[in-house]
């Protein structure tokens, strides 16, 4: 049952896929594998919360190079499909991090202007003596780190410590799992509370069926964020997941041009 927030302005909520992976083969999405001999692919995403005087991008994605480097395919740029919702990245002022993988906080000439929100835990993750152990460096781009300790210096990151309220119908939410401290974004819409849960759960089926990821640093954390993402939503298709292909399917594009490249996650889905 959708919760009465009467003094809550409804926000607009967008996925913007930004590239894939066709290649990703099941047994990789599940930390138990898969029996099954088949494709299942990844989608790469971007989130845009648009409000009454209020504009939050989520996450930056990754660049070209990334993408070269770690063999995936670039289907339009951050910027670009922005800019096709009438964003400027160069205005937005305010981007939440969910987690400092590469595919996460890349673009780093992106968002000049912008106040970066993370978690304590995050950049002392992605900053400590786990990055010694290659097995969890290797998701992070120390050029990304790098640029987020600069940002810091120039500060223009704002720190958190567990849950915290952004704004009205808009806040944050350490969860840890898949990185130590990941956050999910819950936000208020048309349709009710709506999670982007990021990869506190890369596909529908990964919290639907309980198997977890197998990109995981504490796999507790990982299968009670999965509890605490459907906690924070009016219903269980109010929390969109990360990486799947799905995302694109089941909700409408904003235009018809759109279709296949951005998402409104405001909207019933099909």
């Known amino acids: ?37 088949r494709l299942m692919p990844l989608d790469y ?9 209020r504009t939050y991008v989520v996450d930056t994605g990754f660049d070209a ?27 937005v002022s305010d981007v939440i991090v969910t987690h400092m993988h590469y595919d996460h906080v890349g673009n780093r000439e992106l968002f000049s202007r912008a106040r970066f929100h993370l ?24 050029r990304d780190v790098s640029a987020m300790v600069a940002r810091v210096y120039a500060r223009r990151v704002l720190f958190q410590d567990g849950d915290h309220e952004l704004a009205p119908g808009l806040s944050l939410h350490r969860i840890g799992g898949h990185t130590a401290g990941l956050q999910v974004v819950r936000v208020w819409t048309r349709r009710g509370w709506l999670v982007l849960a990021s990869d506190a759960s890369h596909f529908y089926a990964n919290m639907e069926q309980g198997r977890s990821f197998p990109i995981v640093y504490n796999l507790g954390d990982m ?7 459907y906690e924070l939503a009016d219903r ?4 969109i997941p990360g990486h799947d292909p799905l995302v694109i399917q089941r909700y409408p594009p904003p235009h018809p041009s759109l279709q296949g490249k951005i998402a409104r996650l405001d909207a019933d889905p099909r």
């Not at 003094?7 to 990789?28: D, G, I, K, S, T």
């Not at 978690?119 to 120390?142: I, W």
């Open 1 to 37: 049952m959708i919760s009465a927030s009467p003094a809550l302005a409804a926000y607009e909520v967008f996925a913007l896929r930004y590239a894939e992976n066709p290649a990703q083969l099941a047994a990789r999405n599940f930390i138990d594998g898969d029996a099954h001999d």
């Open 45 to 53: 995403f971007i989130w845009l919360i648009r409000g009454p005087g």
């Open 65 to 91: 190079q990334a993408a070269k480097e770690r063999s995936r395919v670039l289907l339009a740029t951050p910027g670009e499909l922005l800019s096709s919702l009438n964003v400027d990245s160069e205005q």
């Open 119 to 142: 978690q304590d835990r995050e950049m002392a993750y992605a900053t400590g003596r786990c990055m010694c152990h290659p097995a969890l460096s290797g998701l992070f781009d120390v």
């Open 223 to 229: 299968y009670e964020g999965h509890r605490r993402c």
């Open 236 to 239: 269980p298709e109010n929390v």
